[in-house]
């Protein structure tokens, strides 16, 4: 990679930094346990299944592989619940409510259970993205202040 002049060096560099930080120390560090509580709670714990079996940690909703996290751009990243069951997307059946099999009728049938907006309410004001920012730059060597 070839630069012009120190400035679009800089600038390239702090944006590698800031997405490996946005990837690493929010997405993956923070957003993901948070959406994975969250998953538990808002899901999981509401009821015990009696016509099928949770894949839990292995291939369901709260198994880390299902719960992405990509950078959109240099300064966006999306974590996203991805938990697909042929081509259903089971994340969102169970986030909306919406596209329940009508073969297996069970309490929660037609009954959103929003486990992505509950996480995105806690950190949206809490400060915890900021503070996973602050300590991922300071982790890759930046001296930044609060």
Do not use: C
Not at 65 to 82: G, L
Not at 93 to 100: H, L, S
């Amino acid at each position: 990679m070839n630069f012009k002049n120190v400035n679009d060096l800089a600038k390239y560099i702090n944006q590698q930094v800031l997405s490996k930080t946005l990837k690493e120390d929010v997405g993956e560090k923070l957003v993901r346990p948070k959406m994975k509580e969250n998953i538990q709670s808002e899901v999981y714990d509401v009821y015990e299944p009696v016509i099928y079996e949770r894949l839990g940690e292995n291939g369901g909703l709260i198994d880390d592989a299902n719960i992405h996290v990509d950078m959109v751009n240099s300064n966006t990243v999306s974590i996203e619940s991805k938990r697909m069951d042929d081509n259903r997307d089971v994340s969102v059946i169970v986030e909306t409510g919406v596209g329940y099999n009508e073969e297996w009728p069970f309490p929660y049938t037609h009954k959103a259970r929003p486990f992505t907006e509950v996480t995105r309410d806690e950190i949206r004001n809490d400060g915890s993205v900021e503070h996973a920012i602050y300590n991922g730059l300071k982790r890759q060597g930046l001296n930044v202040k609060k």
